[in-house]
T-cell receptor
Framework: GAVVSQHPSWVICKSGTSVKIECRSLDFQATTMFWYRQFPKQSLMLMATSNEGSKATYEQGVEKDKFLINHASLTLSTLTVTSAHPEDSSFYIC??????????????FGPGTRLTVT | AQKITQTQPGMFVQEKEAVTLDCTYDTSDPSYGLFWYKQPSSGEMIFLIYQGSYDQQNATEGRYSLNFQKARKSANLVISASQLGDSAMYFCAMREYNQGGKLIFGQGTELSVKP
């Protein structure tokens, strides 16, 4: 099956610093990538949808200046949490959709990145 | 309004028995897909089963089957012959085809399998 990687798998940073999370599709081209965040014992909340070469579309209530998303190539999307604060501590998961997707279930999840802001 | 609703925060099942996890959805899009994912404590999202809105038959994948009742807008997951390794969070999700392909998730159900 298709593989999506995320780096780093976990990160601890100090309040006020920025953190970049990478999401890569390893063996397929992803025209669309999705970023989710998940708090403990809660559901996945969609933050934004990014398409290669265009600006990300953010869900209502998500601060686009705080969560910068760049989908520079068909295999890489990055999420940068700027000026991180403790309330940004969460599990961030990316998902990539195959360029050949005709529907169905051609959508693959990364293993997630656990961010802790101290 | 909630698009995907899972009303069972937690469920217990005896090993080797079957269990049904409930999921209801709300959409006006005639073309949509319904998914079930398993999330163990490691956090990875494991795809289990998919049902398209136009599929005539209920989807099945090994021990997993999806009880799709379109008129009732429900898509319950049935796990047969539960195993200890089935203990995890289970999420129902929907993708509406006029919404750019994004998946919207339900609240999740935590399943615990007892030996």
């Amino acid at each position: 099956g298709a593989v999506v990687s995320q780096h780093p798998s976990w990160v601890i940073c100090k309040s006020g610093t920025s953190v970049k999370i990478e999401c890569r599709s390893l063996d397929f081209q992803a025209t669309t990538m999705f970023w989710y965040r998940q708090f403990p014992k809660q559901s996945l909340m969609l933050m934004a949808t990014s398409n290669e070469g265009s600006k990300a579309t953010y869900e209502q209530g998500v601060e686009k200046d705080k969560f910068l998303i760049n989908h520079a190539s068909l295999t890489l999307s990055t999420l940068t949490v700027t000026s991180a604060h403790p309330e940004d501590s969460s599990f961030y998961i990316c998902s990539a959709r195959s360029q050949q997707a005709t529907g169905g279930y051609e959508q693959y999840f990364g293993p997630g990145t656990r961010l802790t802001v101290t | 309004a909630q698009k995907i609703t899972q009303t069972q925060p937690g469920m217990f099942v005896q090993e080797k028995e079957a269990v049904t996890l409930d999921c209801t959805y709300d959409t006006s899009d005639p073309s949509y897909g319904l998914f079930w994912y398993k999330q163990p404590s490691s956090g990875e999202m494991i795809f289990l089963i998919y049902q398209g809105s136009y599929d005539q038959q209920n989807a099945t994948e090994g021990r997993y089957s999806l009880n799709f009742q379109k008129a009732r807008k429900s898509a319950n997951l049935v796990i047969s012959a539960s195993q200890l390794g089935d203990s995890a969070m289970y999420f129902c999700a929907m993708r509406e085809y006029n919404q750019g392909g994004k998946l919207i998730f339900g609240q999740g159900t935590e399943l615990s399998v007892k030996p």
